[in-house]
C-alpha cells in the first residue's frame, strides 16, 4: 500500500465518510464532494451545534481545494450556518480552519448563542459552561433539524 492509500485508509475522516466510524446524528448533509456532521467529544456532554465541514476527498487543506471543493465548501458552510441560526437559534456563527492533527480539510463551524459572555467569543466560544450541551440523543434530534431544513429552507 503507498503512503497516501495508508494515510486514506487511517483518516479519521475517510473511515467516517465510508461508514466505518459511525457519528452520532450521521451526515447532515453529504454528495459527491462535501460531507458536513456534528462534533462529538469524548466522554463529555458536547457543544450542540458545533459542525464540521469536509471535502470527500483526503487533501490537507485550504491551498489544495480545487475550486470546485472550495465552492461547495463555501455554499455548505453557508447553508449550515443559515440553519443553525434558524433551527437552533444561534446569534452569530464561526468558521475555521484549524489543526495539522488530522491532514484532511475541514473546517469548524459553531455557533455562538445568546447571552455567551464576551470572554467566550470567539475559538472558545465552546468552552461556555452554560451555553448548550447535550448527550447522543440530542445531537441527533439537531442534525434531524438541521437536515429538514436544508432540504426545505424551513425548521
Ligand atoms: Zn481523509
Known amino acids: 500500500m503507498s503512503t497516501d492509500e495508508q494515510q486514506k485508509a487511517d483518516c ?13 446524528g450521521g451526515a447532515i ?19 450542540l451545534g458545533y459542525l464540521m465541514a469536509e471535502t470527500k476527498r483526503h487533501t490537507p ?19 449550515l450556518s443559515r440553519a443553525l441560526k434558524a433551527c437552533e437559534g444561534a446569534e452569530h456563527i464561526y468558521s475555521f480552519v484549524l489543526g495539522p492533527d488530522v491532514p484532511h480539510m475541514h473546517i469548524h463551524v459553531v455557533p455562538r448563542y445568546p447571552g455567551a459572555p464576551r470572554e467566550y467569543w470567539g475559538t472558545r466560544v465552546d468552552e461556555w459552561p452554560d451555553a448548550p450541551h447535550g448527550d447522543a440523543q440530542e445531537i441527533i434530534a439537531l442534525c434531524e433539524r438541521l437536515r429538514k431544513y436544508l432540504q426545505k429552507e424551513a425548521c
Open 29 to 47: 448533509y453529504e454528495d459527491d464532494i462535501v460531507y458536513a456532521g456534528h462534533l462529538r467529544t469524548g466522554a463529555h456532554p458536547t457543544y
Open 61 to 79: 487543506g485550504l491551498a489544495e481545494l480545487t475550486d470546485q471543493e472550495a465552492q461547495a465548501l463555501g455554499l455548505l458552510v453557508t447553508r
Open 12 to 24: 479519521f475522516i475517510c473511515r467516517k465518510h465510508r461508514g466505518e466510524i459511525i457519528i452520532p
